[in-house]
């Protein structure tokens, strides 16, 4: 039985299935990556990658309403954050060949000897991408487009749930002029993708995913000594010290929390208040949660859809049973039907609770209490995460202050949803390596060559 399957969460009827990849399937793909590699990642131009990029991009316009139908049938997205996923993934594309130049440009080294000296940015060669399901395009979109911007290609396998926009994307690049093995999509199993990155023709993974799957790959690639990226899962903090409009900010808290269905690693899921306005942001929060309307992916009327499957809604609903088990109190929702789950609050959680240091992945945020700045910064740093956060304050100062002490790789000031292609993407602690996005991805996987003449 194969284990890559379209699985409509909305109903759980198996749409469609895929059989994984054969020993024979996976050797043509690591030959044709390796070759790819040695030739048209060496010998291209920067000008030439460039023009396939933008076709590419261009292309995901092209299939926008095609490509956005396929992931709300595979992982329930609601269309209109379907649609604004391929944009996404289009203007990432297109970043990098609009900055090719700049990221494959030699970085001069000043010298005490005669002569000059650079910093010469080459492939490392054939990656494997290992990537989710919560964002079918836009993850591979930040993976993919900076690598083959510096030459190096790309072997992918993409969440068994995922098989359909993994072809599709697949057939963009192919459709956009690269040239065979440049990006190959694979349905590898587990074992497979252990024993492709052992091979010596891959010279890195990269990982976006649990922290279980990243600690997995992160064993093989060291075991075999390759470079390996990790963007793994998060529990942001999004913390209030004061505001001039509390209701803008508690609907700021909402859009954060309920973005993709509250499936996002880097998802506000703490929500850290000082005692002045703790009570009235509560009220404010969980109203607006309670109104997001919950039903059809379908329509543009839906807030927000199903889960992304029916395990997905029965972990999330055990971890909040597991809360008030222990002590937490429900504000609003809690309840499920199906893989549909309505937005919830939570309150009273403590550090003593199993939730406290898990991440909650779905529409269900947690409001602690705290006196002041410092004890909202020590609440927001206790945990063993450290992707984003956000800080909202009307005191400038304060605001630059606690960026400074969050412990995390990005830190958003009075406003949310606001990633860019040029802005770089990762965190710290169990969160992960690396970054994403930006000019940093482009640096990830290639050889900082030295090249001194004198």
Known sequence: MSDYAVIDPSTGETIATYPTATDADVERALAGADAAARGWGRESTPADRADLLRRAAQLHRERRDDLAAIIVREMGKQIDGALGEVDFAADITEYYADHIDEITADVPVAIEGEGTAVIRKAPLGALLGIMPWNFPYYQVARFAAPNLAVGNTILLKHAPQCPESAAAIEAIYRDAGFPVGAYTNVYLTNEQAAEVIADPRIHGASVTGSERAGAAVAEVAGRNLKKVALELGGSDPFIVLSADDLDAV???????????????????????????????????????????????????????????????????????????????????????????????????????????????FGPAGVVYRVADEDEAVRVANDTPFGLGSYVFTTDAAQAERVADRIEAGMVYVNLVLADEPGLPFGGIKRSGTGRELGLLAAEEFVNKKLVRVG
């Open 250 to 360: 508690a609907q700021a808290a909402v859009d954060a929390r309920l973005d993709n269905t509250g499936q996002s690693c880097n998802g506000a899921k703490r929500f850290i208040v000082v005692e002045g306005l703790y009570d009235r942001f509560v009220e404010l929060f969980a109203a607006k949660m309670s109104d997001a309307s919950v039903g059809d992916p379908w329509s543009t009327d839906t807030v927000l859809g199903p889960l992304s499957s029916l395990a997905a809604a029965e972990r999330l609903e055990g971890q909040i049973r597991g809360a008030v088990a222990q002590g937490a109190t429900i504000v609003t929702g809690g309840t499920r039907d199906g893989a549909f789950f309505t937005p919830t609050v939570l309150t009273d959680v403590t550090a003593e609770m199993d939730l406290y240091r898990e991440e909650l």
